[in-house]
């Protein structure tokens, strides 16, 4: 974030209630006018910041999920619409609901506690209170922007984490981020289609916040308040990351599947490791990963063979 950006937040923090545009404009040394520019960059962001007509600006940091739908983020040209729930089994579920009703693409699920949260190959995901766990509805037209949009989703986190809280994750192939060398969040991705015709995309997000870590994953797993020592507001999170998601989508659908690529290649963790790797035939090649390629399989190296991985599960051995 640019470096005015940033003493713009210092001041709208260092306040509890409203500041005037003139007076940080004073401060600054800049116009009105371009404060007003730089707090809506920062409500983009994902920032919540509201306005009031003669008392200026005032920065919220809002946790409780149940407001979200009262603060939709900014994406240009779509309509976003949230369902927020106390308490659901998984949020793939709901939105899946959704879906088949014929809700938009744009529909976003968030709930404060899944009961039974899926990962990828069914397997169990914890998500208690505290984290950020949402299922988005995407409907795009073909079946050949599924693989990128996998690794789309992993950079728009990333992104999201960066512009709107400075810290650096690193991506595992698919689209684990790691923070720290641990497992901060987790995408799942289920889709609906027909022979090439794709009816609907369920993107399922899960982001360890403010929750605790069950025993079970504690060792490979962390939290963003573990590790910034702090807690960590969840709606401007929540606005940063879908608003972060649809720039990408939108860049695949473009056609601009090898940015995408390329973002993600910046925030590997995978490229240049050993892995194992576990095909969904469940035979398993142990190699060098080598490269991801233009469309985004993982390249991998194993005795002088180059193997192309579509889908499958991958550890870091080395
Ligand atoms: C994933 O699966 O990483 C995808 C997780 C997607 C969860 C979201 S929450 C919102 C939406 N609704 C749902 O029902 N699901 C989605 P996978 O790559 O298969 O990783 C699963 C593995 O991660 C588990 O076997 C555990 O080892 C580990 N794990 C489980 N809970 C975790 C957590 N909270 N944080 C980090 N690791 C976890």
Redesign the pocket.
Known sequence: MKYVALRVLEILRSRSGYVSGSEIAKELGLSRSTINKIVNELRRVGYVIETHPRLGYRLLDVDDLSLAPQYPPIVEGRRISIHYLERCG????VADSLAREGAPEGTIVVAEE?T??????S?????PRG?L???VVLRPRFVEYLHALSLAVGVAISKALESLLGVETRLKWPN?VLLNGR??????IEARAEADRVDYVLV???I?VN?D?PP??ER??TTLSKELGRRVPRVPLLRAVIRSLFDEYDRILRGRVSDVVRDWKERSATIGRRVRVRLVDGSVIEGSAVDVDSVGRLVVESQGVRHVVDAG?VEHVG
């Open positions: 998984s949020t793939q579920d899944l039974n949260a899926r990962g990828r190959l397997r169990k995901w914890f998500a984290g766990w949402l299922t684990d497992k901060l969040g987790g995408v799942l399922g997000i899960g360890n929750n870590l079970e994953v490979v797993a599960d």
